[in-house]
């Protein structure tokens, strides 16, 4: 491997992996105490396999929203511009159950996403490209993610 990169991600022997998984990919302890964790949540094989620009689109909106209406504690959403995944960071997710409360919650999320009848926000008014959404498409990538969800403890290949 190369010399150690800055971004954690591109540190990450992507051959080695082996998706679907979620993994802590960094944690920081921020000024009062709080602690910052960001997870990789990895949909989809990295180099083999890749999620449309729509579907990525329309999970991100869905998972926003609904994992927002289950925990309280979600700083952030954010789809990997390698179309596998996406970087959630979370606070204090030891007050929630640690990594296991975060499977919790991102199942629950997904179930939300499975049951949902529209993508939340997806309109000219709330989105830069409203047109670039697909609720069938989310709800796939979310079904197929958790009938799997006995695999997202193992990233290793």
């Not at 511009?81 to 499977?103: I, M």
């Not at 049951?115 to 990538?141: M, Y």
Request: hydrophobic share 45%; net charge negative; with cysteine.
């Amino acid at each position: 491997m190369n010399k150690k990169m800055n971004v954690e991600s591109f540190n990450l022997d992507h051959r080695a992996v082996a998706a679907p998984f979620v993994r802590v990919a960094d944690e920081k302890t921020l000024p009062g105490g709080a602690v910052l964790t960001k997870y990789d949540v990895r949909f989809a094989q990295p180099n083999v396999a890749h999620l449309e620009m729509p579907t990525v689109h329309s999970l991100e909106h869905s998972m926003a929203e609904h994992m927002r209406d289950v925990v309280g504690n979600v700083i952030d959403i954010s789809p990997m511009g390698c179309q596998t995944g996406f970087y959630v960071a979370v606070v204090n997710q030891h007050e929630q159950g640690g990594y296991d409360g975060f499977l919790d919650t991102l199942a629950a999320t997904l179930e939300r996403v499975t049951q949902a009848t529209e993508v939340p926000a997806a309109n000219e008014v709330q989105c830069g490209w409203a047109a670039s959404h697909t609720l069938e498409g989310a709800q796939q990538a979310a079904a197929a993610f958790l009938a799997k969800r006995d695999e997202w403890k193992q990233v290793d290949a």
